[in-house]
Nanobody, 120 residues
Framework: VQLQASGGGLVQAGGSLRLSCAAS????????MGWVRQAPGKERELVAA????????YYADSVKGRFTISRENFKNTVYLQMNSLKSEDTAVYYC??????????????WGQGTLVTVSS
């Protein structure tokens, strides 16, 4: 499966962004999906994940209550709605796919990321 993330940009603290990840391949619906971010000088972090079967979700403590992951299998797309953004959310965000839930920070399938910059 090939993945392409989009939707990043510059936003003020407290604002919102919605990231999208378009996947190619007929078997998108059976992959567990997730969003991994990496900020300069920091370790990679799994932000959110969603299981392919029952839609179970996982969130890192740092984003719980602010971010929401969702997927539309018929569109081969996974989303990350990010609200109440903080400066510490600034990072490159990558979407990933795996046959495990939740994903690791280095899933076997991931594409180019999208940069999110939150100004304080």
């Amino acid at each position: 499966v090939q993945l392409q993330a989009s939707g990043g940009g510059l936003v003020q603290a407290g604002g919102s962004l919605r990231l999208s990840c378009a996947a190619s391949g007929r078997t998108f619906s059976i992959y567990d999906m997730g969003w991994v971010r990496q900020a300069p000088g920091k370790e990679r972090e799994l932000v959110a994940a969603i299981a392919w079967g029952d839609g179970t979700t996982y969130y890192a403590d740092s984003v719980k209550g602010r971010f929401t992951i969702s997927r539309e299998n018929f569109k081969n797309t996974v989303y990350l709605q990010m609200n109440s953004l903080k400066s510490e959310d600034t990072a490159v965000y990558y979407c990933g796919a795996d046959h495990r839930f939740p994903l690791t920070t280095t899933p076997p399938y991931w594409g180019q990321g999208t940069l999110v910059t939150v100004s304080s």
